[in-house]
């Protein structure tokens, strides 16, 4: 306890490293320590070796990933290197893809227009990103914390807001709401203090997207268009919440592969007011116009057009530039864009994903490099995770990956690598609503101590091995990436940081909040309430038998019966009524249907405290033998586990 003691000092004295950290913006377009490595541009060198590399690459994956339609594009110095569509953007049309006029939903990569268009009003005095953003707001963000939230903050997902998907998408026009009612009346709850750690939030950049309509006085839509649209010669892109005839003609359909075959997926409509966080649709050729400004420090040319600027050199510099990071050796956020840095080279992007429409936009802006890739089917979705899928062969292609240098575990890392051992939730979800559950849905990952000295991460993708290389911070063992712990000021580890997701930490989990340990918890508590049916039934059976009649026991003992049946039944149908009609993620709404079933749950629980009341009752007055008293307290135990349970994950009541 001593040396731990000693241990804890020195870490909190010397590693501040888990306390996330803003760049200081004076200095550029600076990352950390991961400075780019000069290696030769292979893929600008030769585009003719680089389109057969991309269409090889293409085939495979869609062949390997049942993908109908796809698009890439790739800037170098300032020229489009390429730009090609691959397969069907209408199966059943026979239509191809067209890189130029196909359009595809880029979803959350519009987020980087809405960036870029903040910070043209910053370099135009009219924004300030350490301004509390109700500066600018026609209504109030409640003062949850002490501190404020700024435009720096929604720029870097540290605004605090829990996740809310409620009423997101809807089927028609008609349902749309007015951006500033819908941002109004569909807050999330802050739920954290901002700048503490990143919480990828879609409402913050929406709020982002409002505030430039406010300060610009033109609707946001109106704004990207002028702005920036329009100056880049992206003929074929708009961020109208309904798309003219002329733009749906010329829309990919969105692909799932079921049962062998296609299938055409429902194109919705997005809320308004949500449109900054990912409303574009656009055309692959027009995404290498947008990637050539950035590159080419805010300016863009062709041959059919004059030289337009959207941003300053210096304000491009600064959005590139790092602003926030959980930890100086982890990858972080620039100013909207997130450091995807791969092979030795410095890369920003950003990902989308419009089910079933997934892509993804990197720039190299020391090599003055960017590609964008995007996929129309479902099986693309994998394909467009950073440092995975499209990345990493893209990279591994362009740039070979530097060697690494062994490292070995630290001697009596053993000793101490359980209190990294843990169930670690995303911070991106639920905390007051129902959508909370989600976490019981495996949106949580594990690390586990095998016992070697190294930490094992346990993903979607695999397994990763990490090896502890300074205090709190450890290396994956075959790859450049790393991880870091944040602890307690009584050193207990509460959060995990990666270089995979700089756009969000992870929390770890206490036992009782444990996947593993509410399964188990539910699962006993459907066999008990299975288990009361047949039970009661017999007990009547055989009282029929013995006496003829039996309403001859005690009143109080047929109530605390009849009790425990209602809280059976309802709860059985309160677990088959949220299998079937639950929605964990409400994109559309809460169906009617489920608000009645949540009202079972509300009954059952006043039920359960008359349940517990008989419990007592029946062991003061003897009801039944003893082995029947017990079992009916442990049915009512289990009652009341549940009623614990639906609290917990805020399924108990009305809590959209």
Same mark, same amino acid.
């Given at each position: ?6 241990? +804890? ?44 590399? %991309? ?109 809310? $998907? ?43 997207? =409002? ?11 109106? =704004? ?86 959207? $941003? ?70 994998? %394909? ?84 502890? +290389? ?29 270089? =995979? ?31 009361? *049916?047949?039970?009661?039934? *017999?007990?009547? *059976? ?115």
């Amino acid at each position: 306890m001593a040396r731990l003691a000693t241990a +804890v000092i020195i870490l909190v004295l010397l590693l501040p490293a888990a306390t996330p950290t803003f760049a200081d913006e004076t200095e550029g377009a600076q990352s950390s320590d991961r400075s780019a490595v000069a290696l030769p541009p292979q893929c600008a060198a030769d585009s003719a070796a680089l389109e057969t590399f %991309l269409d090889g690459l293409l085939a495979t994956q869609m062949s390997e990933q049942h993908i109908a339609g796809a698009a890439v594009s790739v800037v170098s110095d300032g020229q489009v290197l390429l730009a090609k569509g691959y397969g069907y953007a209408d199966l059943e049309k026979g239509i191809p893809v067209d890189p130029e006029r196909t359009l595809f939903r880029i979803a959350s990569i519009t987020k980087l227009f809405t960036w870029t268009a903040v910070m043209q009003l910053v370099e135009e005095g009219k924004l300030d990103l350490d301004a509390d953003i109700n500066t600018y707001l026609d209504f109030p963000v409640p003062d949850t914390y002490p501190q404020p939230i700024t435009l720096k903050n929604l720029l870097t997902h540290t605004d605090g807001f829990e996740e809310r $998907l409620l009423e997101v998408l809807v089927l028609t026009a008609e349902d749309m709401a007015p951006p500033r009612d819908w941002l109004i009346s569909h807050m999330p709850a802050r739920v954290r203090p901002p700048g503490d750690v990143a919480a990828y939030s879609n409402y913050g950049t929406s709020l982002a997207g =409002y505030i430039v309509a406010r300060v610009s006085g033109k609707p946001y839509g109106e =704004y990207v268009q002028e702005r920036i649209l329009d100056p880049l010669g992206m003929t074929h892109s708009t961020v109208q919440p309904v798309a003219s005839s002329d733009v749906r003609a010329n829309q990919t359909v969105g692909y799932t592969y079921v049962d062998g075959a296609f299938k055409e997926f429902p194109d919705y409509l997005g809320q308004p007011g949500m449109a900054p966080a990912g409303g574009m649709l656009a055309s692959a050729t027009d995404i290498s116009h947008f990637m050539i400004a950035h590159l080419e420090g805010g300016r863009y040319s062709d041959a059919d057009a004059p030289e337009t600027r959207i $941003l300053g050199e210096s304000t491009t510099q600064r959005m590139h530039g790092q602003l926030f990071t959980h930890h100086p050796r982890l990858l972080g956020t620039a100013h909207g864009f997130f450091e995807f840095t791969e092979n030795g080279q410095r890369t920003i992007g950003h990902s989308g994903e419009a089910d079933p429409i997934s892509s993804l936009l990197l720039l190299v802006p020391e090599q003055k490099l960017g590609v964008f890739v995007v996929y129309n089917s479902s099986g693309g979705s994998d %394909l467009t995770n950073q440092h995975l899928g499209f990345q990493r062969a893209f990279f591994d292609h362009c740039f070979p990956a530097p060697a690494l240098d062994p490292i070995m575990p630290p001697a009596g890392f053993e000793e101490r690598a359980g209190r990294f051992a843990g169930t670690y939730k995303m911070t991106r979800g639920s905390y007051t609503t129902q959508e909370k559950v989600t976490v019981l849905m495996g949106s949580a990952v594990a690390v586990s101590d095998p016992g070697d000295g190294t930490l094992i991460l346990a993903t979607p993708w695999g397994e990763w091995q990490f090896i502890e +290389v300074e205090p709190l911070y450890f290396r994956q063992v075959d790859a450049p990436f790393g991880i870091a712990f944040r602890e307690d000021d009584q050193g207990r580890v509460t959060h995990m940081f990666t270089d =995979y997701t700089p756009m969000m930490a992870f929390e770890k989990l206490s036992w009782y909040e444990e996947p593993g340990f509410n399964t188990v918890l539910l699962v006993t508590c459907v066999v008990a309430f299975l288990s009361v *049916i047949p039970m009661v039934s *017999i007990r009547a *059976i055989r009282n029929r038998r013995r006496t003829g009649e039996h309403h001859r026991q005690p009143g109080g003992a047929r109530a605390a019966l009849w009790t425990l049946v209602g809280i059976s039944v309802l709860n059985l149908l309160f677990v088959v009524g949220t299998w079937q009609w639950g929605d964990p993620r409400p994109m559309f709404g809460v169906s009617l249907m489920f608000k009645i079933v949540l009202g079972l749950g509300v009954v059952s629980a006043a039920l359960t405290i008359g349940a517990t009341g008989f419990t007592a009752i029946a062991w003061k007055n003897r009801y039944w033998g003893i082995a029947a008293r017990a079992y009916y307290t442990v049915v009512t135990l289990a009652a009341i586990a549940f009623v614990w349970f639906l609290h917990s994950w805020n399924l108990l009541g009305w809590r959209f």
